[in-house]
């Protein structure tokens, strides 16, 4: 076994502490990852809160962590993605079964046997704990890492596109963003700065829609076209009818239906972030436009592959705050205070 030196948290109002545990020995297709960086998300907060306990109950100890990025430093014998020296990624998930039509079709996400999620799982044993990217090494099957190209520079703003960067681009693409489409982009976090980095270099139209009137020069300079203060419904009326595609990235509970009335003709409300409580929608704001809402959940290995290959073209990283671990606590009360500029990254290498 690999001992591996990690960041727990023992519940929901307890603090994160350095904890020692055992990863599985390389395997002939695993490669072992030394982590340099590993993202904040939202995500890890819900679940360290037991934010989610309705449909998802945090099991502790929980090492939070599914945007990881390091050095591969030991591979298996019949590893042939990749070799010692190469950077390799980590997503939301380290397994699935393989063998069900999702699996076959590249979405591992959904596999029908439940995939392995990166933390706060278990491994398809379904009894091994699974515990995350806040610790300093990974040891994966070689097929569910990502390769992050060699030129790609500082490789903090390369963690978060490994949730915050593959969720957003999904559904981008899925909806067709491009030129001569209007793209609507809901909370300017972590999710949402990716988003808007993503649709404008995939050529669309990109607006900005925010509870916090400080981020509109950011926003600006993240690319987006414009920028709309969300608090004050009448900044909302003028733009009925006019979106493409919007993605809503917020982790609150809030109202989606004044986004719904924004979309054009067949637009489509795409709900990625995950607010404790449902939301209640009327049936009139969609059909009068034949709307949709839909749902989308980070990505497939190879979509997560495109999407990284793409960043990497077209020089899209993550905003970062870069973090030692005695900040984690100060982070997650920053993001949840939306006072996040873009994304909390935790120095690995150098804790
Ligand atoms: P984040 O960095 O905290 O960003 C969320 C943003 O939402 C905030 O920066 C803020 O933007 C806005 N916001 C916060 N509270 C709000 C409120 N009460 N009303 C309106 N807007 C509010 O979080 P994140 O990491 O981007 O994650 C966002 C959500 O997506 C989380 O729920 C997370 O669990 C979920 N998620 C889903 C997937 C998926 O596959 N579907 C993947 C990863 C994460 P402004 O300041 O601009 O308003
Ligand atoms: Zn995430
Ligand atoms: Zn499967």
Redesign the pocket.
């Known amino acids: 076994m690999i001992e591996t030196h990690g960041y727990a948290t023992d519940g929901p109002e307890a603090k994160f502490h350095p904890w020692t545990f055992e990863r599985r020995d390389v395997g002939p297709k695993d490669i072992l990852i030394e982590i340099e960086y590993a993202g904040?998300?939202?995500?890890d907060?819900?679940a360290a809160k037991n934010e989610w306990e309705a449909m998802m109950p945090t099991t502790y100890p929980l090492v939070p962590g599914h945007e990881i990025v390091g050095r591969v430093t030991q591979v298996g014998d019949s590893v042939t993605k990749f070799k010692v020296g190469d950077i390799a990624g980590i997503g939301?998930f380290i397994d699935s079964c393989r063998e069900c039509k999702p699996c076959k079709e590249g979405f591992q996400q959904f596999c029908v046997k439940g995939a392995a999620f990166t933390y706060a799982g278990t491994y398809m044993d379904r009894v091994t704990p699974t515990y995350g990217g806040y610790s300093d090494k990974y040891v994966i099957d070689e097929n569910y890492a990502l390769k992050v190209n060699d030129n790609v520079g500082d490789l903090a703003g390369v963690a978060p596109l490994m949730?915050?960067g593959i969720?957003t681009y999904s559904p981008l693409r899925r909806f067709g963003a491009g030129p001569g489409k209007k793209v609507g982009i809901?909370?300017?976090?972590?999710?949402?700065h990716m988003g808007v980095k993503l649709a404008v270099a995939m050529g669309a139209d990109v607006t900005?829609?925010?509870?916090?009137p400080s981020?509109e020069p950011d926003a600006k300079s993240l690319g987006a076209h414009h920028f709309v203060v969300?608090k004050d419904p009448a900044n909302l009326e003028p733009l009925a009818g006019q979106f493409d595609i919007i993605l809503d990235?917020?982790?609150?509970?809030?109202d989606i239906n004044p986004y719904i009335a924004m979309l054009g003709v067949r637009g489509t409300l795409v709900?990625?972030?995950?607010?404790p409580s449902p939301n209640s929608v009327h049936s009139f704001g969609l059909i009068f436009g034949n709307k949709s809402i839909a749902?989308?959940?980070?990505g497939g290995i190879p979509e997560t592959q495109e999407m990284l290959d793409f960043c990497a073209e077209h020089g899209v990283k993550s905003e970062v705050e870069v973090i030692k671990p005695d900040y984690i606590e100060t982070a997650y009360d920053r993001?949840?205070k939306?006072d996040?500029r873009?994304?909390f990254v935790i120095d690995i290498k150098n804790a």
């Open positions: 904040i998300c939202h995500s907060i819900h939301c949730c915050a969720t809901v909370g300017l976090g972590g999710l949402g900005v829609f925010s509870t916090s981020k969300t990235t917020v982790s609150a509970d809030h709900v990625i972030g995950v607010p749902g989308s959940l980070i993001t949840v939306s996040v873009y994304r």
